[in-house]
């Protein structure tokens, strides 16, 4: 008991600051950098305001990530359900009062800062259910009662973003509350009947998508059937990213970006303008930097005693692994573009907000790696 009090008991402060993943933070704090620099790329080589808000939102959420991570792991187990509600409540909200834009609608106006909250669900998810499979009984993770339970808690907000409507963020939710699943233990079976049945209802699930939905996978399928309107971004990415070539054309240099060939490149098409800038090199350093974080995560999931801890810290790396996967997959058209963000690269507050507070929970999962957690 004397042992099990000691795990438990709150750290000194200079036992935190010395128990934090440097490696980590020194790579987070890097990729920070480097998204400060190609954003005052997309601003032409001057302090506009894409680098003007990006920065301040990193002088915000930066201490914000860092402030999570001191408090005690153990909180945001006992508060897992009540923040997966919250935004729950904060979608239904935005259905019916939330800012439109581009024919969605998204966003709640805060004043000071404009938050989409399927971003955030992207963590509430995770949260959630490493605290419940925290708790239940391995015998218990099969059963019909249990799985049912969990799809439901994934397919609520699920609905809830597709309404809005957005298809893209959607499916990155329901990715990482399904890799939590896999890490917990559900067998194998489940997820090929989930598989084939998916693949059956394709027909079904495209007669219900909205018209430009639609528009996406066939330009996906033949980017140049509409060269000048919807397959224009992706033909421009493609370019922007072969120029590059091995070295590429140099910081401030980028001649699609400059010459404003390509659209968004601040959000969702950050990628293209870092790689025609760098080149091959460049983004090989990119993904190595990506690679290393999700190692680190990984890394203290492992040596984490609580359950919760490793759910959270496997989940959220894996979720970090698609965000990127599928934006780069996006920009050089290997798949239709759905609106996901490079993690921290990109511009975009409720994105970064979500990955600082991801980040923050990981780092006091670090500093309270030998805690455990009552169920």
């Not at 800012?99 to 709640?108: D, E, F, I, P, V």
Request: glycine share 8%.
């Amino acid at each position: 008991m004397f042992y099990y009090k000691r795990l438990n008991s709150d750290l000194s402060i200079i036992q935190k600051i010395k128990e934090i993943d440097y490696v980590l933070l020194i790579c987070i704090i890097l990729l920070s950098f480097i998204s400060l620099m190609v954003m005052y790329s997309t601003d032409g080589g001057d302090i506009l305001f894409h680098t003007k808000n990006h920065f301040m939102k990193l002088i915000v959420l930066f201490p914000l990530m860092l402030v999570i991570a001191f408090f005690n792991i153990k909180h945001w187990h006992t508060f897992a359900y009540l923040f997966y509600f919250l935004i729950i409540l904060l979608l239904v909200w935005v259905s019916f009062f939330g800012l439109k834009a581009s024919g969605s609608q998204r966003w709640m106006n805060l004043y000071f800062f404009v938050l989409q909250p399927s971003e955030l669900m992207k963590i509430a998810i995770i949260l959630t259910l490493a605290k419940y499979y925290h708790r239940i009984k391995i015998e218990n993770v099969n059963s019909l009662s249990s799985i049912t339970l969990v799809l439901s808690i994934i397919l609520l907000p699920v609905i809830l973003v597709i309404s809005q409507p957005d298809l893209g963020t959607s499916v990155l939710i329901a990715l990482s509350g399904l890799i939590i699943l896999w890490i917990a233990g559900i067998k194998i079976k489940y997820f090929v009947y989930s598989f084939i049945f998916g693949i059956i209802s394709l027909p079904f699930i495209i007669s219900f998508l909205k018209p430009y939905q639609k528009l996406r996978i066939l330009t996906f399928l033949d980017p140049d059937r509409d060269p000048l309107g919807a397959g224009y971004q992706i033909i421009q990415s493609k370019i922007a990213i072969g120029s590059g070539g091995f070295n590429g054309k140099g910081f401030l240099k980028g001649t699609q970006s400059y010459l404003d060939f390509l659209p968004e490149k601040h959000t969702d098409f950050i990628f293209t303008l870092f790689s025609e800038e760098f080149g091959f090199i460049g983004s090989i350093g990119l993904l190595i930097l990506y690679t290393i974080i999700i190692i680190r995560i990984i890394h203290i999931g492992a040596i984490s005693r609580s359950n919760f801890s490793k759910l959270f810290c496997f989940g959220f790396a894996f979720s970090i692994f698609i965000y990127i996967v599928v934006n780069l997959s996006m920009v050089l058209g290997l798949l239709p573009i759905v609106g996901s963000p490079l993690p921290i690269m990109s511009y975009g507050g409720s994105s970064l907000l979500a990955t600082m507070i991801g980040f923050g929970i990981v780092l006091s999962a670090k500093i309270n790696h030998r805690q455990l957690i009552a169920g």
